[in-house]
């Protein structure tokens, strides 16, 4: 975590000491029609005609400095544009959040004072915005260190400041809850940030233990290969065959202190490196594959704080980790598995492993009797191909449950949408040999493998499928606070769906 003190208090801007105070600014299209900060008026107006000079309009990014000549006692001020106030959402305040600290700290900053840019009284409360900020600080300071000697943030103390007690007292919460989501978001990150010889399935084993270690409220269940043989897991131990590295299935178990409300199913892809198996990749395709465990990495980062959440709902975390290697044992196109369930399977391409781990674990998880199921997997390029890179997908039997699923991504900011699941594209799985293969046609790819693994779910259980190949990994960066490499992705959705029970 970084070392950064973040706190809220009550107090008045202008009187206090600071080598930065930080400002929001909305878009507008004409100087004369600028609305004046209340800061200003001790600046002498210095604060408006430096923004007035520099042709500053407040669009979304932008910035400016001024010094403030001793007027006040902080050192300089930085406004930040917020764009236009009718179009202001909560990621709009995460980037503004990073933005502000990411340029305070070119100048060696060590102590920032920000307002609370709060709007209304709904959605862009205090609470909200606190957390906002939070996320958009914590995550936008975020670095994989493991191999490389990081470069030290310099700032100690970034102070969020209202003159509202009551304001002072909703940020705290605020800043509490944007802490978890990101110290979950961040244990995420690093595992998936871990080269596949560092993250081997045992290692996602003790990440599991390693959450669960001292916390009376978490179990850990772990099955190895004898296990996963005598409850006919054809599907994970197929995949694993090839791989010098022993399966396993891992059930993380987290009890509320008080009578749960429901019960929920988190499972995960956890294929710890995906070279394609003997339907081998390109090399080029297999240089981010570390990330192929991305699902499971999700359920850990909502695990590793979940005690603290404190949902009131049962949660069991589900993921069976393996690793898809190619050798004189591995699994060859046209061979037939049996999953858990019983259904054969004959595997055309050894590449599309995800769902035929998935299968097995969405059976077990299904055992457990949850009130619904939610699978995390970077299961196919054509969701990628269909929604890009900061998209993931959402394929489900059940509209309530989708719901649920894409007002908490909206709220914390991980975008999603809606794919569907075809009944007519089903043929497409139809195999000449077994009850069906693991690959559809062509076209439709993300659809297929939602329908695939549909086939493994009882249609009374509520379920959804999040393919997260996009946004799990950035190849580039997506925004100040997701910079390239592993983005924990869908963790503080998650976390926010687990609340809303």
Known sequence: ????????????LEQES??????????IKKESKRAAFPTDTTLDGLLMKVMDEERFHGDCGQTIFVRTEGLIPAKRVLVVGLGKKEELTLETIREAAAAALQIARSIKTKKIVSIIPIENEELLNAKNVAQAMTEGLRLGAYTFGRYKKQKKNGVTSFVMMSADAKVVGLAKKGIVQGELYSKGTMFARDLGNTPAHHMRPIDLVDAAKYIAKGKSSITVRVFGKDRLEKMGAGG????????????????????????????VALIGKAVTFDSGGLSLKPADYMMTM???MAGAASVLGAFSVIEEIAPNVEVHGIFAAV?????????????VLVAMSKKTVEVLNTDAEGRLTLMDTLCYAQKQKPDCMVDLATLTGACVVALGEEITGIMSNNEVLTQKILEASALVGEKMWELPLE?????????????????????????????FLQEFVDPKMPWAHLDIAGPAFAERDINIYTKKGATGHAVRTLLEFLRSF
Not at 323 to 335: F, L, Q, T, V
């Open 323 to 335: 690793e898809n290697m190619p050798s004189g044992k591995a699994i060859r196109p046209g061979d």
């Open 423 to 451: 009944k007519s594209y089903k043929k497409l799985l139809k195999s000449h040999i077994a009850d069906m293969q693991n690959i559809g046609g062509r076209y439709g790819g993300a659809l297929t493998a939602g329908l």
């Open 18 to 27: 600071c080598d930065v105070l930080v400002l929001y600014a909305f878009h």
């Open 290 to 292: 570390k990330i192929d």
């Open 1 to 12: 975590m970084d070392p950064m003190e973040l706190s809220v208090r009550k107090g008045n």
């Open 236 to 263: 994970i131990l197929g995949v694993a065959q090839g791989s010098e590295h022993a399966p396993y299935m891992v059930h993380m178990i987290y009890k509320p202190s008080g009578r749960a409300k429901k019960r």
